[in-house]
């Protein structure tokens, strides 16, 4: 199917696309086009305007911003450009040591060539509780930066995301950069079940653990997706894992709590208690590698 006609912009400034937004009546502004150019494929959606922010060069690149926000008292952080390629996240040493969970996550983003075209802040905007990225800046307790009119401001993860599709991104903002604070020590899994090669999890779990004395685990976040509407935080299983010995037969126990509070969807691929099945099973497994002992 042909998109309905609609103009496009390609702005050089994050100014110039904040200018071009607070203009239009109704616009959908232009990342890396793996979830947009379906919608308007599909007629899903029918802009008057489209802002292609693939020539702003400031909203690229990963760049060690040290203290502050989220991070103050921890290691520091690294800031990720919105219009950061997943390939580039993937080919970056720092990512792969200091935020292994977004690694693994971004490993498992589609293919190759989705890889190479999609972008992280296009992705979090975009808000699909389907979406591998969300419940990874959840469990790493990640800021969003957002542009407007008035500036610029900072947006917990937690706060973000809000409804289906919806994030805290007003139609005259942009998200341009995510915080990822660092906590040096801390273990990482994810554990992601699919269908077939490629597709949208059905049930995905992200897993950061810290062990205090490296045999009981001190601290523990656990990111959901596609168990509601938005990603999710498995506060009950974090609670539950404090000062736990990361054996299979107690991290299960405390993983059997992972759909606690959750309102996963039914479809093709699962009905919502086989997803609630799936949760605990990953948790266990996520937690069992971010510990050091993968099953």
Same mark, same amino acid.
């Given at each position: 199917?042909?998109?309905?006609?609609?103009?496009?912009? *390609?702005?050089?400034?994050?100014?110039?696309?904040? *200018?071009?937004?607070?203009?239009?009546?109704?616009?959908?502004?232009?990342?890396?086009?793996?979830?947009? !150019?379906?919608?308007?494929? #599909?007629? !899903?959606?029918?802009?008057?305007?489209?802002?292609?922010?693939?020539?702003?060069?400031?909203?690229?690149?990963?760049?060690?911003?040290?203290?502050?926000?989220?991070?103050?008292?921890?290691?520091?952080?690294?800031?990720?450009?919105?219009?950061?390629?997943?390939?580039?996240?993937?080919?970056?040493? =720092?990512?792969?040591? =200091?935020? &292994?969970?977004?690694?693994?996550?971004?490993?498992?983003?589609?293919?190759?060539?989705?890889?190479?075209?999609?972008?992280?802040?296009?992705?979090?905007?975009?808000?699909?509780?389907?979406?591998?990225?969300?419940?990874?800046?959840?469990?790493? =307790?990640?800021?969003?930066?957002?542009?407007?009119?008035?500036?610029?401001? @900072? @947006?917990?993860?937690?706060?973000?995301?809000?409804?289906?599709?919806?994030?805290?991104?007003?139609?005259?903002?942009?998200?341009?950069?995510?915080?990822?604070?660092?906590?040096?020590?801390?273990?990482? $899994?994810?554990?992601?079940?699919?269908?077939?090669?490629?597709?949208?999890?059905?049930?995905?779990?992200?897993?950061?653990?810290?062990?205090?004395?490296?045999?009981?685990?001190?601290?523990?976040?656990?990111?959901?997706?596609? #168990?509601?509407?938005?990603?999710? *935080?498995?506060?009950?299983?974090?609670?539950?894992?404090?000062?736990? &010995?990361? &054996?299979?037969?107690?991290?299960?126990?405390?993983?059997?709590?992972?759909?606690? $509070?959750?309102?996963?969807?039914?479809?093709?691929?699962?009905?919502?208690?086989?997803?609630?099945?799936?949760?605990?099973?990953?948790?266990?497994?996520? @937690?069992?590698?971010?510990?050091?002992?993968?099953?």
């Amino acid at each position: 199917m042909i998109p309905t006609a609609f103009d496009y912009a *390609r702005p050089t400034s994050v100014d110039e696309a904040l *200018r071009l937004l607070a203009q239009a009546d109704d616009a959908k502004v232009l990342a890396g086009g793996q979830s947009l !150019l379906p919608v308007l494929r #599909m007629r !899903l959606n029918a802009p008057d305007l489209v802002v292609d922010l693939g020539r702003i060069d400031s909203l690229r690149g990963i760049r060690d911003i040290g203290g502050g926000g989220a991070v103050a008292g921890g290691g520091g952080a690294i800031e990720i450009g919105a219009m950061t390629p997943y390939h580039e996240i993937l080919a970056s040493d =720092e990512i792969r040591q =200091e935020l &292994t969970l977004l690694h693994h996550a971004v490993a498992e983003v589609g293919d190759p060539q989705i890889r190479h075209r999609g972008t992280l802040g296009g992705s979090l905007a975009h808000a699909d509780p389907a979406g591998d990225c969300g419940a990874v800046a959840l469990a790493l =307790e990640a800021e969003m930066v957002i542009a407007g009119p008035s500036g610029e401001r @900072v @947006v917990p993860a937690a706060d973000f995301f809000q409804d289906l599709f919806t994030t805290a991104v007003g139609d005259d903002e942009l998200l341009v950069a995510i915080r990822f604070p660092v906590h040096p020590g801390w273990g990482a $899994g994810y554990q992601k079940f699919v269908r077939t090669a490629q597709q949208w999890p059905v049930v995905a779990v992200g897993a950061c653990v810290h062990l205090a004395d490296g045999k009981t685990i001190s601290e523990a976040r656990i990111g959901l997706t596609n #168990m509601g509407p938005t990603p999710l *935080r498995a506060r009950a299983v974090e609670e539950a894992l404090a000062g736990v &010995t990361p &054996t299979p037969e107690a991290v299960g126990a405390a993983c059997a709590a992972a759909a606690d $509070g959750t309102s996963p969807p039914s479809d093709l691929n699962g009905d919502a208690d086989y997803r609630r099945h799936l949760a605990t099973v990953l948790a266990r497994r996520a @937690v069992l590698a971010a510990a050091g002992h993968p099953q």
